[in-house]
């Protein structure tokens, strides 16, 4: 069973950066994949950004291609989500998720129904 709590939510300004943990917990193998998804009020939960355990390749969304960085820790089973030059619209609830199978094609990592386990979320508010 693996468990995700996401960290490191709260309210900022236009242009500053926050920083979301991850730590995986209950089990310390066998997942392939780690994303971030967000769901902002009256809107579907979007794909932000994923890792592959193995390897480190990572995905972005085009919308915070170049602003968002991922990634993870080996020794201390998390990982993180670096937000910097935040905007008003990347205000919503950050989740952190975990692939425990593989997939063939990382298509599927921008997928939330690709995703097997989720945290409880961390609110991001980004204020004008």
């Known amino acids: 069973q693996v468990q995700l709590l996401e960290s490191g939510g709260g309210l900022v300004q236009a242009g500053d950066s926050l920083r979301l943990s991850c730590p995986v917990s209950?089990?310390?193998?066998?997942?392939?994949?780690m994303g971030w998804f967000r769901q902002a009020p009256g809107k579907e939960r979007e794909f932000v950004a994923a890792i592959r355990w193995s390897g480190g390749n990572t995905y972005y969304a085009d919308s915070v291609k170049g602003r968002f960085t991922i990634s993870k820790d080996n020794a201390k089973n998390s990982v993180y989500l670096q937000m910097n030059s935040l905007k008003p619209e990347d205000t919503a609830v950050y989740y952190c998720?975990?692939?425990?199978?593989?997939?063939?094609?990382?298509?599927?990592?921008?997928?939330?129904?690709?995703?097997?386990?989720w945290g409880q979320g961390t609110q991001v508010t980004v204020s004008s």
């Open positions: 209950g089990r310390t193998f066998g997942y392939y994949v």
């Open positions: 998720a975990a692939v425990l199978r593989p997939y063939y094609s990382s298509s599927y990592y921008y997928q939330k129904g690709s995703y097997d386990t």
